[in-house]
């Protein structure tokens, strides 16, 4: 059985050309390696200096490496003679299936993504978006984590965020605090004006520019409505918004300027009674 088998024709017919296929195979893939490696140093560096986040780039550098990698499997497994066309396009269905089953799992990245490229906002801005209010703590490919204004770590999806409203409120160095103060019709508008404008001028965290606006802003049914717009740094926003309230209150209680509260007066008829017939 043995001497029926010609030796050199096994040889010539399937082990040198598997051992040429093998051999290329392996060399594709090991080539195939080193020049995904080169590529994926090259897309670090562009992404480093057209000043991404590292979470970014490490996030991209994976996908890009594992697409490039895929890449050269499929060479590697078309050089041994594997239906590769088959392959790619089981890899694609699979790919659907998975896309499709993590919808919003996918929603979220894109959104980190895109947070994480157009920096609305940065670490410990403060912020208002995804139905959170406070000071960002940490922002990740899938989430942002908030501390609220009373210390709870809030963990948002990125998907929620990106897809409402954000207000930045650290985006600019100042901000304007907007108030409103009612005084009594009776009382005298030029005076409240004036104590108003004493306080600001003795505030020195408020800024001489922009210019503040104290004003008559609107007759409402109980009070005169006086519109104050002073300007401050970000950072004593709330601080001086707080004293400021509380120094009109004693300023005003000092001067006789009233503050009104709604009030309704109700009138009452006392009809007589008229007497019933014996």
Do not use: C
């Not at 060399?27 to 670090?44: D, E, P, Q, T």
């Not at 998907?159 to 600019?172: E, L, R």
């Not at 210019?211 to 950072?235: C, F, H, K, M, Q």
């Amino acid at each position: 059985m043995l001497e029926s088998i010609n030796i050199n024709n096994l040889i010539d017919t399937y082990l040198v050309p598997w051992g040429i296929n093998i051999g290329l195979a392996l060399l594709i893939f090991i080539v195939g390696r080193f020049a995904v490696s080169i590529i994926i140093g090259i897309v670090r560096k562009l992404l480093s200096k057209a000043g991404m986040d590292n979470i970014l780039i490490n996030f991209i550098s994976a996908i890009v490496s594992w697409l490039l990698l895929l890449v050269v499997v499929i060479q590697a497994l078309s050089q041994l003679g594997v239906d590769t066309n088959s392959l790619i396009v089981l890899i694609g269905a699979a790919g659907l299936a998975i896309g499709l089953s993590l919808r919003d799992f996918l929603q979220n990245f894109a959104a980190g993504v895109m947070l994480l490229i157009f920096r609305p906002f940065k670490e410990g801005d403060s912020v208002e978006a995804g139905g959170i209010a406070g000071s960002v703590k940490q922002i990740n490919i899938f989430s942002t984590t908030f501390l609220t204004a009373d210390n709870k770590q809030v963990i948002v999806p990125n998907g929620a965020i990106y897809s409402g409203v954000i207000t930045n409120n650290s985006a600019t160095g100042t901000r304007r605090i907007d108030m409103v103060f009612g005084i009594g019709y009776e009382d005298d508008i030029e005076k409240a004006k004036g104590i108003i404008e004493e306080i600001i001028k003795s505030e020195s965290r408020i800024l001489n520019t922009p210019e503040y606006l104290i004003a008559v802003g609107e007759l409402a049914d109980s009070s005169v409505n006086i519109y104050v717009r002073p300007w401050v740094s970000t950072s004593n926003y709330w601080s001086v918004k707080f004293d400021f309230i509380e120094k009109i209150k004693l300023e005003f209680d000092k001067n006789g300027i009233s503050i009104p509260y709604p009030q309704m007066d109700v009138h009452i008829d006392n009809e007589k009674e008229e007497q019933k017939p014996e």
